[in-house]
């Protein structure tokens, strides 16, 4: 099983939508969580912390499930500069980040 | 003013040559990374130091040998390349060690084995 799972997609959606995506980590001593974005043949660059309570960065929220090990991200009002790989991050030891493989979005006219 | 940069962007090179990518931040950042990044797009952290000690060695071919001669610069080099060591590298850097710090990325080199 790998460390952080990720529907790789992609999900398909028109402008204004509202998208959400999924990840299952398996690390039960996992401490910090984070979303990263990834635009083609670009670095990751992180897009956001996910903490305990949840978070919200205008249309951007996040959700940590720790009983069920599980991350999520809302997207509302989706825009078409949010087409991109959505990547989920879980920290074990060390600071090492493990990466899922990243979700496909793009969003269409 | 870029916090952190690499060079080369991009390393076409033959197999069995020995190839070195730079690293640098100005972040004032004490922990930087190096990951790779394959043609499926799974991003693998290979190597971590930390004020310039190693804490971070996975499972990475011994060709593969990171330097940090102070904590802005991690490089990395490549001896006897392979077809197999073809992706991207990404370096980054963090203010910590710890758990709960973010990471920001360089841009990434594109290495081409022939």
């Known amino acids: 099983r790998k460390e952080v799972e990720q529907d790789p997609g992609p999900f398909n959606v028109p402008e204004g939508a509202t998208v959400a995506f999924n990840c299952t980590y398996s690390n039960s001593a996992s401490q910090s969580f984070f979303w990263y974005r990834q635009d083609c043949r670009k670095e990751p660059k992180l897009l956001m912390s996910?903490?305990?309570s949840g978070n919200e960065d205008g249309r951007f929220t996040a959700q940590l499930n720790r009983a069920s090990q599980y991350i999520s991200l809302l997207i509302r009002d989706s825009k078409l500069s949010d087409s991109a790989t959505y990547l989920c991050?879980?920290?074990?030891?060390?600071?090492?980040?493990?990466f899922g493989t990243g979700t496909r979005l793009q969003v269409t006219l | 003013d870029t916090a952190v940069s690499q060079t080369p962007k991009y390393l076409v090179t033959q197999m069995g040559n020995d190839k070195s990518i730079k690293c640098e931040q100005n972040?004032?950042?004490?922990?930087m990374y190096w990951y790779k990044q394959d043609s499926k797009k799974f991003l693998k952290i290979m190597f971590s130091?930390?004020?310039?000690?190693?804490?971070i060695n996975e499972t990475v071919p011994n060709r593969f040998s990171p330097k940090s001669p102070d904590k802005a610069h991690l490089n990395l080099h490549i001896n006897s390349l392979e077809l197999g060591d073809s992706a991207v590298y990404f370096c980054?850097?963090?203010?910590?060690?710890?758990?709960?710090?973010?990471?920001?990325f360089g841009p990434g080199t594109r290495l081409t084995v022939t």
């Open positions: 972040l004032g950042h004490d922990t």
């Open positions: 991050v879980a920290t074990g030891t060390a600071s090492k980040l493990t």
């Open positions: 980054a850097s963090s203010p910590g060690s710890g758990q709960g710090h973010e990471q920001y």
């Open positions: 996910v903490y305990s």
């Open positions: 130091y930390n004020n310039k000690e190693l804490i």
